[in-house]
């Protein structure tokens, strides 16, 4: 499809390369080819493939969200951030558990790489409020935070935009609390997407592509319903319809 709210649409689909290598990673863009979505670097890729391989996502167009969730001191993550920004990728993250000074941190070392080189592209800057993995029972007893997982994201939420960050990560049944809370213009980034009859995998706080949309979700994050779909363009394309439904 060549259609521009097609395209647009899938400009809010993250795509999230989670393989153990390049290799497997590039058969995958290959058969996206033509689709304009964003793509998703985690932790296992990034550590494999390193910076080489952003870099040649990055020349065939894509728009790339670097997601390796920094939680360190203020001044680590100032550094890194100054690195991933030189690095050129779109988008990157902190953890928001970090604190408020670790944030604003990571907004001053993206702006300290964008003083050096004019020519560099500021990324956005979300913070993770918490894991789609996590459930109630874990961040109360085991995380050891009280209250209500929705007051937890919020607060976060709240605290990352205080920072000057540009968004967060959340699940999207938490999308709109956080609009409330902190403007329709914060982006909500939101993993734990399963289009109906996919497994939940280790996912506990889920909605389906046209129901994150419905509720507001700037970009939807999916991986395994695309990465291990027997044809990844066809659940790409039936996730993107889905999504312009909604």
């Not at 390369?17 to 058969?27: H, I, R």
């Not at 050129?88 to 300290?112: I, L, Q, S």
């Not at 607060?155 to 540009?166: F, K, T």
């Amino acid at each position: 499809m060549n259609h521009p709210d097609f395209n647009q649409m899938a400009g809010r689909l993250m795509v999230a390369l989670d393989y153990p290598g390049a290799e497997q990673a590039k058969e995958l863009v290959q058969a996206l080819e033509g689709i304009p979505c964003y793509l998703k670097v985690g932790m296992q890729l990034f550590y494999a493939a390193g910076p080489d391989f952003i870099r040649e996502l990055k020349a065939k167009g894509y728009s790339v969200f670097l997601d390796v969730k920094m939680h360190d001191i203020p001044n680590t993550v100032r550094g890194g951030a100054e690195s991933i920004t030189r690095l050129g990728v779109d988008m990157f993250n902190v953890h928001a558990a970090g604190g408020t000074a670790m944030m604003r941190a990571a907004r001053e070392g993206a702006e300290a790489a964008l003083l050096a080189d004019a020519s560099l592209t500021r990324p956005e800057i979300i913070a993770v409020t918490q894991l789609t993995s996590t459930s109630q029972e874990t961040m109360n007893a085991e995380i050891g935070i009280d209250g209500s997982v929705e007051a937890t994201v919020v607060r976060y939420a709240s605290l990352a935009h205080e920072s000057g960050l540009d968004g967060v990560v959340a699940s999207p049944l938490e999308v709109p609390a956080i609009r409330a809370a902190c403007g329709s213009e914060f982006h909500t980034v939101t993993p734990g997407i399963r289009p109906a009859g996919s497994g939940l995998g280790d996912q506990t706080r889920v909605l389906t592509p046209g129901e994150a949309i419905a509720r507001g979700s700037h970009y939807i994050v999916v991986g395994r319903p695309i990465t291990a779909a027997p044809n990844p363009r066809e659940a790409a394309e039936a996730i993107l319809k889905e999504m312009l439904n909604a």
